[in-house]
């Protein structure tokens, strides 16, 4: 069974650092992206990055470019999202997923895992 289990979201300063890690289990061998996604109160669940199984193709949302860098570890499963200069509106639940395709163009092939709340406070 596909397992995405999320961490690393805390409270942080307008400003701060702060990186998330995605555990990944049982991914399908065709799965080819890996992707974090977040959602804030209110809003709907909006794309943030991804990465191709190798990590040579990355794709960022225009809101999150040149602040936030998505990386991956195919060795241990894991995938991290290392963000910096956050601001308020970096607030949300963010989510891990992967897919088939590319990342600029997958579908997803997983389900959603719980979520990581990152909380920038001014």
């Known amino acids: 069974q596909v397992q995405l289990v999320e961490s690393g979201g805390r409270l942080v300063q307008v400003g701060g650092s702060l990186r998330l890690s995605c555990a990944a289990s049982?991914?399908?061998?065709?799965?080819?992206?890996m992707a974090w996604s977040r959602q804030a109160p209110g809003s709907d669940r909006l794309f943030v990055a991804a990465?191709?199984?190798?990590?040579?193709?990355?794709y960022y949302a225009e809101s999150v470019k040149g602040r936030f860098t998505i990386s991956r570890d195919n060795a241990n499963n894991t995938m991290y999202l290392q963000m910096s200069s956050l601001k308020p509106e970096d607030t949300a639940v963010y989510y891990c997923?992967?897919?088939?395709?590319?990342?600029?163009?997958?579908?997803?092939?997983?389900?959603w895992g719980q979520g990581t709340q990152v909380t920038v406070s001014s």
């Open positions: 997923h992967a897919g088939r395709g590319t990342p600029r163009a997958f579908t997803q092939a997983t389900p």
């Open positions: 049982a991914l399908p061998s065709s799965t080819d992206v």
């Open positions: 990465i191709s199984r190798s990590a040579g193709d990355t």
